[in-house]
């Protein structure tokens, strides 16, 4: 059957469990320990199936009963309007239709080879602010460095800390002190060629990024992530006051509620990488918002705390996006999401040649999250 239509959508979230609790970040409480992936799964009219991530409720999964696949994705034009709240699920049914990996498709959509074996390079995102209980920056700085350690002995050659302790749970200028001291110990432990990036989570201002960046000159920092809400002026002052310096750390922005200008601030040099996040616009936008960025020059580095199964979505834009610089990686446990394809080996995700995404749902686990919470429609 060349163009099924869907006449089933079940949806249920999966609990995941990381292997550390998280703290807090510039503006926000405990992360903690649980990590929450609502999943859609489609079957088509000849059984064929597809899972994702899917912010989709009941009523616009109803919506989307008796649509014809053709209607929704094509390898071509990636997925449609109608299909965006399925985005996931649809390319990995078509993976699985075709029996090609979704980064084989993404390769097709782009018109370059596919890739022989991906492996995606990624970073560890887990250093969040877990010293806050702890007097003297030293210790604090040893805590960071050895929950850096522990992302290493997981693999991780790349790792991004957060900053802004001053913003709103420390003290201003002993909050600042402190990033600077847990930068250097990170550094310290993680040695002198592994990525470390910063993320302030807009909790500075031009002044607070100018002081770490200083002090922190010797630690070779790979990017600086929202230092303050972007500003084409604010970044534009920056970047030259780094130049003038000669620091080179790049600037990375987009998460959350970015500037609708945020594109043609980045074509326009004012910011580095881009960080649009995975599951606010899809695997659709972001080959598309790659593909952009890799004209302009600009770096790609999707926005995905929070996410287990945006770790392995993500790592299928790597092969096509020339300037694609990481996975944002938040490791979990997630016992209904069967990820056994993929491996953690030195900085880099090996991505399973398997169709679609490659992974699979425990089905008595998915069935348990369908009915504790979620909803099934059925034509
Ligand atoms: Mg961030």
């Known amino acids: 059957m060349d163009n099924p239509r869907i006449t089933s959508i079940e949806w249920g979230v999966l609990q995941g469990q990381r292997p550390r609790t998280a703290g807090r970040n510039a503006r926000l409480p405990e992360h903690g320990p649980t990590m929450r992936d609502p999943i859609a799964r489609i079957t088509l009219e000849d059984g064929s199936r597809g899972f994702g991530f899917s912010r989709a409720n009941q009523q616009q999964a109803e919506a989307l009963l008796g649509t ?3 209607d929704l994705i094509s390898v071509e034009h990636g997925v449609s309007a109608a299909g965006k709240l399925i985005d996931f699920a649809l390319w990995d049914a078509l993976g699985q239709r075709t029996g090609k990996p979704v980064y084989a498709l993404a390769a097709e959509y782009y018109g370059t080879p596919v890739p022989e074996a991906l492996r995606a390079p990624c970073y560890d995102t887990s250093l969040y602010f877990d010293d806050l209980d ?7 700085g040893a805590l960071i460095a050895q929950e850096a350690m522990e992302g290493w002995a997981c693999g991780h050659r790349a790792f991004k800390m957060k900053v802004g302790r001053g913003a709103l749970h420390m003290p201003l200028e002993a909050g600042t002190t402190r990033d600077i001291a847990v930068i250097h110990a990170v550094r310290q432990a993680i040695g002198p060629d592994i990525p470390l990036m910063i993320d302030a989570n807009n909790g500075w201002n031009v002044n607070l990024a100018k002081q770490v960046l200083s002090e922190t000159a010797d630690c070779d920092l790979c990017w600086l992530e929202e230092p303050f809400h972007e500003d ?5 002052h920056l970047q030259n006051w780094m130049r003038e310096r000669r620091i080179s750390v790049l600037l990375a922005d987009g998460e959350g509620l970015a500037s609708p200008r945020l594109m043609a601030w980045a074509q326009a040099g004012a910011i580095d990488v881009v960080q649009y996040d995975l599951r606010d616009v899809g695997l659709t936008h972001w080959l598309k918002t790659g593909k952009q960025l890799d004209d302009w020059g600009v770096r790609s580095a999707p926005h995905n705390y929070g996410s287990n199964f ?3 979505a993500t790592c299928h834009l790597a092969g096509v996006i ?8 938040d ?4 016992p209904a999401l069967d990820a056994a394809g993929y491996q953690l080996i030195e900085g880099f995700v090996h991505v399973p040649d398997a169709p679609g995404f490659g992974l699979k749902l425990d089905e008595a686990l998915f069935q348990q999250a369908v009915e504790e919470g979620g909803f099934h429609v059925q034509q």
């Open 134 to 140: 702890l007097d003297s920056d030293e210790e604090a």
């Open 310 to 312: 945006g770790n392995y």
């Open 322 to 329: 020339a300037n694609f610089t990481f996975v944002e990686w």
């Open 331 to 334: 490791a979990a446990d997630t």
């Open 232 to 236: 084409e002026v604010l970044d534009n």
């Open 68 to 70: 014809l696949l053709n």
